[in-house]
Nanobody, 124 residues
Framework: QVQLVESGGGLVQAGDSLKLSCEAS????????MGWFRQAPGKEREFVAG????????YYTDSAKGRFTISRDNAKNTAYLQMNSLKPEDTGVYYC?????????????????WGQGTQVTVSS
């Protein structure tokens, strides 16, 4: 199982951009479907975006479509989430997650590997 470490979070103003990174250690990163989730205070963890192992397929939740872009660089064992036009409701802890050979799924329990999370705070 890969180990995942997120970075790139921070405090920004509404309308700003952030790029999150998720670096994986371990072998065969390219076989992992990767997902980004977020958890707002007092709320359940929710799916934001997912990408297939070869990067050919992506999927976004409605709130992320048109503003966020998920990508990956398998040579660097890293997945990314570019977030533009950030809104206060995007505030939360962002987690990356991975699952071997999996389809892109929105359920938290579909992913076996998780990072520790990175805080994103968007002020109005």
């Amino acid at each position: 199982q890969v180990q995942l470490v997120e970075s790139g979070g921070g405090l920004v103003q509404a309308g700003d951009s952030l790029k999150l990174s998720c670096e994986a250690s371990g072998r065969f990163f390219q076989i992992y479907t990767m997902g980004w989730f977020r958890q707002a205070p007092g709320k359940e963890r929710e799916f934001v975006a997912g990408i297939s192992g070869n990067g050919g397929n992506t999927y976004y939740t409605d709130s992320a479509k048109g503003r966020f872009t998920i990508s990956r660089d398998n040579a660097k064992n890293t997945a990314y989430l570019q977030m533009n036009s950030l809104k206060p409701e995007d505030t939360g802890v962002y987690y990356c997650a991975g699952e071997r050979y999996g389809l892109i799924r929105v359920q938290v329990n579909a992913y076996a590997a998780w990072g520790q999370g990175t805080q994103v705070t968007v002020s109005s």
